[in-house]
């Protein structure tokens, strides 16, 4: 059974950077036929795509995301990750990390999510 | 970016009644549509994929309808465990956007 676990700190400061990872079991993240991707939620508010990665580097981030994104791979340890530059208030969410299945493209696991709270 | 507009953003609907919530793009999206369900304080569930197809497991009461820029998620028979918010993404093009959401509620 595929599980997807986000973990990382739960409070971060204003101006530094948010890291989470995902740890992908019951399947490998090396599969050809899937994308790896992080989504956000503010609280009470709607969900957010962030962006994606393929197994073998390949990135896709949100536009207005872009300059403060990196999403990157760790094979080894069947894990991803998101590292999110100068946070403000703005964002606190909760951080899911889900698999995209292609051919047809899906969001067809989730993680459980993490809240992450930015303030001083 | 695809724009998507849902509604309405909320419903209140009783056990048993027949539930349609829209989803409209900003542009044409094909059939690359999907519908997902969040209850609350979960994560969102996939419901249903390019814009028709059931996913593994998912009740066959959920169905879902559309092409080019109007789609439509109906639940046949509302079931207590059906209440929740649910919504759409389009899987056209990057950035992949989500709709506003719908909740519906117990009347």
């Known amino acids: 059974q595929l599980q997807l676990q986000e973990s990382g700190p739960g409070l971060v400061r204003p101006s530094e950077t948010l890291s989470l990872t995902c740890t992908v079991s019951g399947a490998s993240i090396s599969s050809t036929g899937y994308h790896w991707g992080w989504i956000r939620q503010p609280p009470g508010k709607g969900l957010e795509w962030i962006g994606n990665?393929?197994?073998?580097?390949?990135?896709y981030y949100n536009p207005s995301l872009k300059s403060r994104v990196t999403i990157s791979v760790d094979t080894s340890k069947n894990q991803f990750s998101l590292k999110l530059s100068s946070v403000t208030a703005a964002d606190t969410a909760v951080y899911y990390c889900?698999?995209?299945?292609?051919?047809?493209?899906?969001?067809?696991?989730w993680g459980q999510g993490a809240l992450v709270t930015v303030s001083a | 970016a695809i724009q998507l507009t849902q509604s309405p953003s909320s419903l209140s609907a009783s056990v048993g009644d027949r539930v349609t919530i829209t989803c409209r793009a900003s542009q044409d999206i094909r059939n690359d549509l999907g519908w997902y369900q969040q209850k609350l304080g979960k994560a969102p569930k996939l419901l249903i994929y390019?814009?028709?197809n059931l996913q593994s497991g998912v009740p066959s009461r959920f169905s879902g309808s559309g092409s080019g820029t109007d789609f439509t998620l109906t639940i046949s028979s509302l079931q207590p465990e059906d209440f929740a918010t649910y919504y759409c993404l389009q899987d056209y093009d990057y950035p992949l956007t989500f709709g506003g959401g719908t909740k519906v509620e117990l009347k």
């Open positions: 390019v814009a028709s």
């Open positions: 889900a698999r995209r299945r292609l051919q047809p493209e899906r969001f067809d696991y």
């Open positions: 990665i393929f197994y073998r580097g390949n990135t």
